[in-house]
């Protein structure tokens, strides 16, 4: 018997008892279309963090206290004397600049106005691996930080927020922890980032957010390192040069370091992976769907060889082989899937429309992403599913004797 | 002389095993069925004659005996086989009709055709049967917009369009009014005449059968011949 022909039977068949083959297509539907979305918004969110760190610079390293594989006791901190020695062109020769950062929260006031902001201390260099831009005045210089200068470059949201503007706010005095700061610079707005907004921070020189704004315990404690690599190539050598070097100075014993070295790199494949779990999770769940929606297919398909066993039988004594009586059945259930395939895929595109517009409007810019992957999985997934539900039912119809089926009332 | 002979049965036994008890329903039935010949099948119920129609057109395989349909030996056919035969051989008329409802007349005249596979001008075969029993201007309607005459019209053209060597009525004019009934049995029997075409009708209706060249009459699984 030809397929196509088999085909179009197959659909006048399903047309003939619409209601009952719509519900049975439409738990496929919610079932593709489950699968597309979840599989969508995971892409989504993996695309959005990855471009979030890709955006960080290809050649920085993060260097912190602690060891986040192995548990090391009484972790040294790292201070300023690694920063020098890291910066040593000599003893790091892939390293080109390095900036102490030290953090917290504190209070800022100015104009009767308060807000908690992070506080960041650290050097000029700092400026430039974070790619920050100026709206007007100027990066912390050498000369503040040799000085202990009381000057600060403010975010733009601490200026919206303490002075109502961002023009002509260099040279105003702002309250950082009571203590007063001449405001040198506003930074040009980055938006909300993955980690927290940029625009509500204040930064400071190092020496004087250690002396006077931060306390920490040790002597000339800093909280992380930044390191800017010559070349993105580079990494990889910085990186053992860093660690060597803070093995040296920590006197750790051989493979028990004290410290983490992070690459952007680093940064990437763990936020994948943790991205890839998450989509898998998803989906799996989402699969549970088109799961219970191939059982309603299988239901239907039994109820239906049931309702036609005369006309099974009929088409037996006709001449149909066990075989033709298989196909037919097996085009009808997977007709069913697939018709509810191909729905679910406009479903689940428009799921994932839906719930990228959502997270727009509430301001974390978020893409979810259909890959073609996706469709051919779902639209495969589905057809399977209706040829593997499809099976028993097919099977039942085809095995029937002619005699009986023909006298079934 | 055997070779006029399109059906050749010999000592056809069927039983069925009902829970402990095993029921006869054919002790042993011969005949042979000449090519051409019009032959009706009667008797009471239970007389196991709806069990050698079965039979006879392939539907069925005797528990023992030898059937030789059209010069091929059935007893030995695997199921496949037996539904190739069904299709090439047996032309089928059933008393409840048992067309598909959702489709034309015309597809439903087809329908052989498709099952035997690669055959040529399906559309024009299944036309040309359905002209032959008087429906060429109703190829389109479904049988829901049919009458039962035209109904049972339509299944002859059905069982005729492959050229069977066989033709079996079971009832067939057993849902329909006499006047009906008599068009249906004239149109089967112009067949026979016109084609040559072998028919073997299972009845009660003493009127049909009185019609036909030759009764076999069964009872209790077993052949008493008269005519």
């Known amino acids: 018997m030809n397929i196509g022909q088999s085909i179009i039977e197959a659909l006048e068949t399903l047309n003939g008892n619409k209601l009952r083959s719509g519900l049975t297509i439409l738990g496929i539907v919610i079932g593709v279309g489950a699968v597309i979305a979840m599989l969508a918004i995971g892409q989504g969110a993996q695309d959005t963090i990855t471009s979030a760190i890709s955006g960080i610079?290809?050649?920085?390293?993060?260097v912190s206290s602690g060891n986040d594989i192995l548990n090391v006791r009484n972790p040294k901190p790292l201070t300023l004397g690694d920063a020098?020695?890291?910066?040593?062109?000599?003893?790091a020769p892939d390293v080109l600049?390095?900036?102490?950062?030290?953090?917290?929260?504190s209070d800022v006031t100015a104009g009767g106005q308060t807000m908690s902001v992070s506080v960041t201390g650290t050097t000029p260099q700092y400026f430039i691996m974070q790619n920050y831009s100026l709206l007007e005045g100027d990066f912390l210089t050498q000369d503040n930080l040799q000085g202990n200068a009381s000057a600060v470059v403010i975010g733009p949201g601490v200026a919206d927020k303490l002075f109502g503007r961002r023009n002509g706010v260099v040279g105003e005095t702002i309250r950082i922890n009571g203590q007063p700061f001449r405001v040198v610079g506003i930074l040009q707005s980055?938006?909300?980032g993955t980690f927290g907004s940029q625009d509500n921070q204040v930064i400071v020189p190092f020496t004087t957010a250690q002396t006077r704004l931060i306390h920490r315990s040790a002597l000339n404690e800093v909280d992380q390192l930044y390191v800017q690599v010559v070349s993105a190539q580079a990494v990889p050598l910085a990186t053992d040069e860093v660690k060597q070097i803070l093995r040296q100075r920590h006197r750790t014993p051989v493979g028990i370091d004290d410290f983490s070295v992070f690459s952007q790199a680093d940064f990437l494949s763990i936020a994948t992976t943790v991205t890839g779990v998450f989509t898998i999770f998803l989906g799996g769940i989402a699969g549970i769907s088109l799961l219970v929606g191939g059982i309603g297919i299988m239901n239907i398909m039994l109820v239906s060889v049931t309702e036609r066993t005369r006309e099974i039988g009929l088409r037996k004594a006709l001449g149909a082989r066990k075989r033709d009586i298989l196909i037919q059945f097996l085009i009808e259930s997977s007709m069913l899937s697939l018709i509810g395939g191909m729905i679910g895929i406009l479903l689940g595109w428009f799921l994932g429309f839906i719930v990228g517009r959502v997270a727009a409007a509430s301001g974390n810019p978020f893409n979810p992403?259909?890959?073609l992957n996706a469709i051919l999985l779902a639209t495969l997934f589905s057809a399977a599913v209706g040829l593997f539900f499809g099976i028993y039912p097919a099977n039942r119809a085809a095995g029937l004797e002619p005699v009986e089926a023909l006298r079934y009332e | 002389m055997a070779k006029d002979w399109v059906i050749h049965a010999e000592d056809l036994m069927k039983v069925y095993q009902m829970g402990e008890?095993?029921?006869?329903?054919?002790?042993?039935?011969?005949?042979?069925?000449?090519?051409?010949?019009?032959?009706?099948?009667?008797?009471?119920?239970?007389?196991?004659?709806?069990?050698?129609?079965?039979?006879?057109?392939?539907?069925?395989l005797p528990t023992s005996g030898k059937y030789i349909l059209d010069g091929e030996a059935v007893e030995t056919l695997s199921d496949d086989q037996l539904a190739d035969i069904r299709n090439r051989k047996v032309g089928f008329i059933f008393q409840s009709f048992n067309l598909l409802s959702r489709t034309t007349a015309l597809a439903n005249v087809e329908l052989p055709l498709r099952y035997a596979g690669n055959v040529p001008n399906k559309k024009e075969r299944a036309r040309a049967a359905l002209e032959s029993v008087g429906l060429g201007d109703r190829i389109s309607h479904r049988p829901t917009e049919l009458s039962g005459g035209q109904q049972q019209r339509v299944a002859i053209a059905r069982a005729l369009v492959n050229d069977p060597a066989i033709i079996m009525a079971d009832e067939p004019t057993g849902n329909l009014d006499s006047k009906v009934g008599k068009e249906i049995l004239e149109l089967l029997?112009?067949?026979?005449?016109?084609n040559g075409t072998t028919l073997i009708i299972v009845t009660h209706d003493q009127a049909i059968a009185a019609q036909t060249q030759r009764i076999i009459h069964l009872r209790d699984g077993l052949v008493e011949e008269k005519k």
């Open chain 1, 84 to 91: 020098q020695a890291i910066a040593d062109p000599f003893a």
């Open chain 1, 97 to 105: 600049a390095v900036a102490p950062i030290i953090q917290g929260r």
């Open chain 2, 21 to 60: 008890v095993e029921v006869r329903a054919l002790a042993g039935v011969s005949c042979n069925i000449k090519r051409g010949e019009v032959v009706a099948i009667m008797g009471p119920s239970g007389s196991g004659k709806s069990t050698l129609m079965n039979i006879l057109g392939c539907l069925d």
């Open chain 1, 190 to 192: 980055k938006g909300g």
């Open chain 2, 189 to 194: 029997l112009a067949l026979n005449r016109d």
């Open chain 1, 369 to 371: 992403a259909i890959s």
């Open chain 1, 57 to 62: 610079g290809t050649n920085l390293l993060f």
